[in-house]
């Protein structure tokens, strides 16, 4: 079982429209949750960061918390072409700053 | 502020020779970080320096080792080259421990 499983898509959704993420990690000590967006070619950028459970909303985008089901989405509302990205799912567990991230899911929002 | 500055951000090197990477993390970050990213197997984690010292290490072979000095600038060397090691290698800076990373551009390392 991998730590951080993400679907690797491509995601498909219409501009306008909510895209939905979602991402599961297996080591329960996780503390800090992270979504990155990385364009062909670029580097990660990072998008949310959550720490507790719940919903944390930034502009168009929302990141959810699970701990007890060890679930972490993010949503985007308002979809645009340029939201087109792979989006990489991050957990942090123990010390230090050692990321563990999941294999991305590529977004793609069309005209 | 400046961001996490990569060099170079392109290697061509031949199997067998050694490279060296830097990366200067944002004023006043301690924290560095290394990510080797290739398509088949992701993001995966090199190691991490903090205040000098390696505080984490990944599932790599001895060939790859990083070193930090005291203004927080990070080197990374990758020794005896395999076609293997082709890959985008990520620099990432954090302020303290549990803030996020702040990536660099990376360096393209490509091993002929």
């Known amino acids: 079982q991998k730590e951080v499983e993400q679907n690797s898509g491509p995601l498909s959704v219409p501009e306008g429209a909510i895209a939905s993420l979602n991402c599961t990690y297996s080591d329960r000590g996780s503390q800090s949750f992270f979504w990155y967006r990385q364009y062909s070619g670029k580097s990660p950028e990072l998008i949310m960061s959550i720490y507790s459970n719940g919903d944390k909303e930034d502009g168009r985008f929302t990141a959810q918390l699970n701990k007890a089901s060890q679930y972490v989405s993010l949503l985007i509302r308002d979809s645009q072409p340029s939201d087109s990205a792979t989006y990489l799912c991050a957990v942090r567990g123990g010390g230090g700053n050692k990321l563990t991230f999941g294999t991305g899911t590529q977004l793609k929002v069309e005209l | 502020k400046a961001g996490v500055t990569q060099t170079p951000r392109y290697l061509i090197k031949t199997r067998g020779q050694q490279v060296t990477l830097s990366c200067s993390p944002i004023s006043g970050h301690r924290s560095v970080s290394w990510y080797q990213q290739t398509p088949g197997q992701g993001l995966q984690f090199l190691f991490e320096?903090?205040?000098?010292?390696?505080?984490n290490k990944g599932n790599f072979p001895g060939r790859f080792s990083g070193r930090q000095f005291s203004n927080s600038r990070s080197e990374m060397n990758v020794s005896t080259l395999e076609l293997g090691d082709s890959a985008l290698y990520l620099c990432?800076?954090?302020?303290?421990?549990?803030?996020?990373?702040?990536f660099g551009n990376g360096t393209r390392l490509t091993v002929t």
């Open positions: 320096y903090f205040s000098e010292t390696q505080r």
């Open positions: 990432a800076s954090s302020s303290e421990d549990n803030s996020p990373l702040h």
